[in-house]
Structure formats: structure tokens, C-alpha cells
């Protein structure tokens, strides 16, 4: 019954934009850290930014910044990343995460199946 469905995904130019949706739902949203993460080809998973439950408290990692910025309605249960002036590095797989605790992973986390952005030279 929990779901996320992550969207937006495709293929962009360098320096494009592409703005990323999770929809939730199953759960009570609001009371969840939300968090995307991506994977590129041969590499690790990685946290790309995270807002608390009420959108306070953001974090986004230091390739990211200035460029992406993450948001949450809870009233419609998402959470978007906006990524502006995109680069070839930031082709991924991005993963829409929702977790109890926002400083680390838990096997109880939930989990999007991904959307994939690719950005061309």
C-alpha cells in the first residue's frame, strides 16, 4: 500500500533544468523526513538533499548547491527537487526516500523506484 512514485525524469542539455515530483502515499507523510538520493552507472548511492517534516530544515550536499533545492507540500503528500544549470555529472538514477529519522537510513525506510535524468554535453 506505500508508494512512491517519482517523475520528471529525462533527458536534458547541459545547463537545462528538470524539476523532480515524489508522490506518497500509504503513510502519513508529514510525520516522514523526506530525502532524494541517486546512482550513477558503476557508483554508490548517494544523499543528494533532505528536508525535515515540516520544510524547515533543508540540506543539500556541496555539488548540489546553488543548483538543486528540495521542497515538500505536505499538503498534496510530495516532495520535489528543482535542479537547475545541470551537468553531465549529475546523470543519475534519483530515488525518492521517506524515513522516520532523517540523519541516517533505516531498513524501514521506503523507497520510489527511481526516475532516470540524463544530462548531455
Known amino acids: 500500500q506505500v508508494q512512491l512514485v517519482e517523475s520528471g525524469g529525462g533527458l536534458v542539455q547541459a545547463g537545462g533544468s528538470l524539476r523532480l515530483s515524489c508522490a506518497a502515499s500509504g503513510f502519513t507523510f508529514k510525520t516522514y523526513c523526506m530525502k532524494w538520493y541517486r546512482q550513477a552507472p558503476g557508483k554508490e548511492r548517494e544523499l543528494v538533499a533532505r528536508?525535515?517534516?515540516?520544510?524547515?530544515?533543508?540540506y543539500h550536499i556541496d555539488s548540489v548547491k546553488g543548483r538543486f533545492v528540495i521542497s515538500r507540500d505536505n499538503s498534496k503528500n510530495t516532495v520535489d527537487l528543482q535542479m537547475n544549470s545541470l551537468k553531465p555529472e549529475d546523470t543519475a538514477v534519483y530515488y525518492c526516500?521517506?524515513?522516520?529519522?532523517?540523519?541516517?537510513?533505516?531498513?524501514?525506510?521506503?523507497w520510489g523506484r527511481g526516475t532516470q535524468v540524463t544530462v548531455s554535453s
Open positions: 526516500n521517506a524515513g522516520r529519522r532523517c540523519a541516517v537510513v533505516d531498513r524501514s525506510d521506503y
Open positions: 528536508i525535515d517534516e515540516v520544510g524547515i530544515s533543508v
